[in-house]
Nanobody, 116 residues
Framework: QVQLVESGGGLVQAGGSLRLSCAASGSIFRINAMAWYRQAPGKQRELVADITSGGSTNYADSVKGRFTISRDNAKSTVYLQMNSLKPEDTASYYC??????????WGQGTQVTVSS
């Protein structure tokens, strides 16, 4: 059984920063890709950023230059540093990992609200 525990969401004013964390635990042999997605009310879930086991990163155009994804393999944890937050960043943020065998797991979600 694999569990993902997210933390770090909250309410912040526009221009502020938040750091999300997602720690994986359980029967994990190897974590390949790790990613953050978000879903705003009435919208589809979208990829925010992902990072490979080798450290290569990919970002949605809407967050490039403002968000940074990183991972600590020793702690099986992925982070999302979010700076210069905008009201349109308001959403539930979900972490996702892909482990050996191509199994995918999701976190429970953490709410990020950016006020104008």
């Amino acid at each position: 059984q694999v569990q993902l525990v997210e933390s770090g969401g909250g309410l912040v004013q526009a221009g502020g920063s938040l750091r999300l964390s997602c720690a994986a635990s359980g029967s994990i042999f190897r974590i390949n890709a790790m990613a953050w997605y978000r879903q705003a009310p009435g919208k589809q879930r979208e990829l925010v950023a992902d990072i490979t086991s080798g450290g290569s990163t990919n970002y949605a155009d809407s967050v490039k230059g403002r968000f940074t994804i990183s991972r600590d393999n020793a702690k099986s944890t992925v982070y999302l540093q979010m700076n210069s937050l905008k009201p349109e960043d308001t959403a539930s943020y979900y972490c996702n990992i892909v482990v050996s065998g191509a199994y995918s797991y999701w976190g429970q979600g953490t709410q990020v609200t950016v006020s104008s």
